[in-house]
């Protein structure tokens, strides 16, 4: 089955610069999802689309901005970097009639590291 | 806002025996979903198992089932016949209902399953 594709897989960016991460949803879903995992931490929440409207925002430094695109993949633009950006960055998707609590299938992540 | 609390950072269990990890959570919310998720060091995030709190009985999906105690907020993991597989790091999410609900995460319990 289809999964949820991220890219890049591995970013290396210097601080100040920009980062652009791409997320594919799987078929058919409409809703996406970024999170933020820090070394040692657990996924944080940042923001969610869904049929390519913003539906949620969370702790998303105003350095970042996101949008969902007419064919549903999602990107997060990340400007003047810092070193506390660096971690691995989740997209999940769902189906928002998708039935029991529209489970979010994760992508294999983009790693960052800003130096 | 809903917390998720796992206050076992680790946990050890030998192959083919069975270990619990456990999970509480606060909310005010009536209706919402519980997961289980799945971090191998690859980081990938894999769903385990899911339940929603309208039903009474408890969630399994073959070797693991989860014991939920809506009164007690307490959704806690069991893995039967731990396999070397099973090895990760595990994260309690909690979810409202609603399109496009984020997921809030425990700080999760790495398990290791030794010979």
């Known amino acids: 089955a289809a999964g949820v594709i991220q890219s890049p897989r591995h970013l290396i960016k210097e601080k100040r610069e920009t980062a652009t991460l791409k997320c594919y949803p799987i078929?058919?879903?409409?809703?996406v999802y970024w999170y933020q995992q820090g070394p040692g931490q657990d996924p944080q929440f940042l923001i969610s689309?869904?049929?390519?409207?913003?539906?949620d925002k969370g702790s998303i430094p105003d350095r970042f901005s996101a949008q969902q695109f007419s064919d549903y993949h999602s990107e997060l633009n990340m400007s003047s970097l810092e070193l506390g950006d660096s971690a691995l960055y989740f997209c999940?998707?769902?189906?928002?009639?998708?039935?029991?609590?529209?489970?979010?299938?994760f992508g294999p992540g983009t790693r960052l590291l800003v130096l | 806002a809903q917390t998720v609390t796992q206050s076992q950072p680790e946990m050890s269990v030998q192959e083919a025996e069975t270990v619990t990890l456990s999970c509480t959570y606060d909310?005010?919310?009536?209706?919402?979903?519980l997961f289980w998720y799945k971090q191998p060091p690859s980081r990938q995030m894999i769903l385990v198992i899911r339940?929603?709190?309208?039903?009474?009985q408890n969630a399994t999906e073959n070797r693991f089932s989860v014991n939920f105690q809506k009164a007690a907020k307490s959704f806690s993991l069991k893995i039967s016949d731990s396999q070397l597989g099973d090895a990760a790091m595990y994260f309690c999410?909690?979810?409202?209902?609603?399109?496009?609900?984020?997921?809030?995460f425990g700080t999760g319990t790495r398990l290791q399953v030794t010979l």
């Open positions: 689309f869904y049929e390519k409207m913003q539906s």
């Open positions: 999410a909690y979810r409202s209902t609603g399109t496009a609900s984020k997921l809030t």
């Open positions: 909310t005010s919310e009536s209706d919402y979903y």
């Open positions: 339940q929603e709190a309208y039903k009474q």
């Open positions: 078929p058919r879903h409409d809703t």
């Open positions: 999940a998707s769902s189906l928002s009639a998708g039935g029991p609590g529209e489970t979010q299938y």
